[in-house]
């Protein structure tokens, strides 16, 4: 019995490490949710927060002020929010609770933004867990209010998705947006044996400095594989326009290249990078902290590429 148990199980795991990056994007791109936007439309994409407890673990802590600047201009400027995965760091830390208590000013935010209808969520490799639409109906649809002790709305009927296609109703192009684990098969198959070696092992070194080795984002020839994977199947499908994250390496190909875009991560050293849409065209941009004549500090924002006519990719 054991025996056919191990054998159904050996078969299961060889069938599963066999279906290629192509299968996973394939399936990612046929299931993804469809939004229409035009020239008016104002989008920011973020990736990979990695929104910890505020331990010496949490890499988003150093950027939070950063983060949190930028998206107020951002709500303010009426732009549609879209983090394309990894936003919350749940291989480090058990509890969602933990995280929202460490950094409750950025979710009381990203509160705002989906009351407006303006927060699109996908999930990645570190909060995977968000595909269950039972564990985030569990778990991000309210909170204790501290003063009260009261539960209280956050996030009520948010749904995350694994990809979201844009599709511009004047010319009709469309915009692939996922998280890009997809082409990386230790992170997307194996991804609780990955969350079980991070948060024994790997957190407890942080404190010394040894990084995670299953991260893309800190081996470089993983990192150049998952790229090459997500160009190859870009290719293959007519050159669809792609924005993904996971690598945490910004990406902005010039006009004419194959269209596969990075918005890099908000965990780079005291600096985020994401990318801009706005009036029908398509931007990389670094917040970052920079020095007045005075001496001061204030948060800056810089255009690193872009912007290009999004019809001309």
Not at 143 to 165: A, M, N, P, R, W
Not at 191 to 216: C, F, N
Not at 284 to 297: M, R, S
Request: proline content about 3%.
């Amino acid at each position: 019995m054991l025996l056919n148990l191990g054998s159904i199980f050996l078969l299961k795991f060889i069938y599963i490490y066999r279906m290629s990056s192509k299968t996973r994007l394939d399936s990612a791109y046929k299931h993804a949710a469809v939004l229409n936007f035009d020239d008016s439309s104002k989008f920011i994409l973020f990736s990979d927060c990695h929104r910890g407890d505020n331990s010496f673990a949490d890499d988003f802590a150093n950027n939070r002020n950063i983060y949190f600047h930028a998206l107020k201009h951002y709500f303010a400027e009426d732009f549609q929010y879209f983090e394309l995965g990894d936003g919350d760091e749940l291989w480090e830390n058990v509890k969602f609770e933990n995280i929202f208590n460490a950094h409750r000013n950025v979710y009381m935010l990203l509160k705002l933004f989906h009351k407006d209808n303006r927060l699109h969520m996908i999930w990645g490799n570190h909060d995977m867990v968000y595909r269950n639409p039972n564990y985030v109906k569990k778990h991000l649809s309210t909170y204790i209010d501290e003063k009260s002790g009261q539960s209280v709305e956050l996030f009520k009927d948010i749904t995350y998705h694994e990809g979201i296609i844009l599709k511009h109703t004047d010319t009709g192009q469309k915009l692939f947006l996922t998280h890009g684990h997809q082409a990386d098969w230790w992170n997307y198959i194996c991804w609780r044996w990955s969350r079980v070696m991070v948060r024994i092992l790997w957190k407890p070194l942080q404190i010394i400095g040894i990084a995670d080795p299953t991260s893309p984002a800190k081996n470089n020839k993983e990192l150049i594989k998952v790229e090459r994977r997500i160009k190859k199947w870009i290719t293959e499908n007519n050159n669809l326009l792609t924005i993904v994250g996971h690598t945490h390496r910004p990406r902005f190909p010039r006009v004419g290249d194959i269209p596969f875009f990075n918005d890099g991560s908000c965990v780079h050293p005291r600096s985020i990078t994401g990318i801009e849409i706005e009036n029908g065209t398509i931007s990389l941009i670094k917040w970052h902290i920079a020095t007045k004549e005075d001496g001061t500090l204030k948060i800056v924002k810089t255009v690193l590429e872009g912007p290009c006519k999004l019809s001309d990719y």
